[in-house]
């Protein structure tokens, strides 16, 4: 098992990075509010976790060992792989997440993409005993999609290498095309890649 990385962030993408440790580079699979704290050339640790399946081996990276311990719970419930545990993690904070099942808050995990009413009684039902603790105080809308998502892009499309003037035009162009609930982060970060894609 791959417990954690550090060395030089040479190359990120949408939902990737690759960091190179002793002359290897490994890539790692991350969600847009990790990949917003990374940059090429910089140094970088993450904790990791190695998804083994019989063609393949995917490293998926997280900012802390507590993001990663949380993924790993959520893929033993049932019908949760690592996408869908990793999309949990891009819509909500660790701690929304724990709060959210804790009080069976079934609407906020409906709002992460593959996720819908059964699914999220399902999670509430498998892992409300073994969550651990909610912090007091915790914000359920924490890290949701919400009025949030504007610095979040933003912040992601920065760490992807794009100027700071160039993520504000495309987080503003993004926004023109939201109408009520906005989707979720990495939507919403595809569409600004696109636009920017267009204009280089």
């Not at 417990?3 to 960091?19: C, F, K, L, M, N």
């Not at 809308?141 to 933003?154: F, K, L, M």
Request: charged residues 20%; aromatic residues 2%.
């Amino acid at each position: 098992m791959i417990a954690s990385v550090r060395g030089t962030v040479t190359a990120t993408g949408p939902d990737h990075a690759v960091v190179e440790v002793g002359g290897v580079g490994l890539a790692v699979h991350c969600a847009p509010g990790t990949l917003a704290d990374l940059r090429v050339g910089q140094p970088a640790r993450l904790a990791t976790s190695l998804v083994v399946r019989e063609d393949s081996l995917t490293l998926y990276g997280f900012a802390d060992d507590d993001a990663k311990q949380l993924f790993e719970l959520l893929q033993t419930a049932s019908g949760v792989g690592p996408r869908l545990a990793q999309a949990v993690l891009a819509v909500h904070t660790p701690d929304a997440v724990r709060k959210a099942i804790a009080n069976a808050d079934t609407a906020a995990l409906t709002r992460v993409p593959g996720i819908g009413k059964k699914g999220a009684e399902r999670l509430v039902l498998e892992l409300r005993d073994r969550i651990g603790p909610v912090p007091v105080g915790a914000d359920g809308a924490a890290g949701v999609t919400g009025g949030a998502w504007p610095e979040q892009v933003r912040q992601a499309l920065v760490g992807l290498g794009w100027t700071a003037g160039q993520a504000d035009q495309a987080v503003a162009a993004v926004a023109e095309t939201v109408d009520g609930p906005p989707p979720p982060v990495p939507v919403l970060l595809k569409q600004a890649i696109r636009l920017l894609g267009r204009t280089r």
